[in-house]
């Protein structure tokens, strides 16, 4: 069964400079009063950290990657483009006219809005078929699995040797 989230695009609604959080606050109010959480599933406010020195001092703050826009994830109905259009703080959506435009893959990746991967089932030991990259259709055995990299290390049998290979999660699927 798949999630209904993954039916739901990106799109940028417009604010007031400022206002950012507040949009973000009063759509995830309205979602929840209206009960849209099957059509609205996620408000964001992309944000960055930079390090401040200040009388020698130095401290981590965060600003705004893209102040006036706020990132909204949703199945695009008349009654979910009414109500972030009409919530207060928001101008309009970022498209020609009145038609939102969903983001491409490249700009989610660019705008550092991190899509939930799928979780890869395997561990130590595992034997996995690799689908991507330089060692594509090769069978190997999992050597060790880094979670928070999403990446494992595999022994592939090359030119009669088994030689160590770094490989992302989503280059590979259990046998």
Known sequence: MTDKSDKGKWYVAHTYSGHENKVKANIEKLVE????????FEVRV???EYIETKNGKKKVKERKMFPGYVMVKMIMTDESWYLVRNTRGVTG?????????????????????????????????????????????????????????????VFVSMFGRETLVELDFDQIERI
Request: proline share 8%; hydrophobic share 35%.
């Open 46 to 48: 992309p944000v960055e």
């Open 93 to 153: 959506f970022v498209g020609p006219g009145s038609k939102p435009v969903p983001l491409t893959n490249e700009e989610i990746k660019l705008l550092g809005v991190q899509e939930p991967l799928p979780e890869v089932n395997v561990s130590v030991g595992d034997v996995i078929k690799i689908t991507s990259g330089y060692f594509e259709n090769f069978i190997g055995t999992v050597e060790s699995v880094n979670i928070e990299k999403r990446k494992l290390k």
């Open 33 to 40: 009063n209206r009960g849209m959480q099957d059509v609205i």
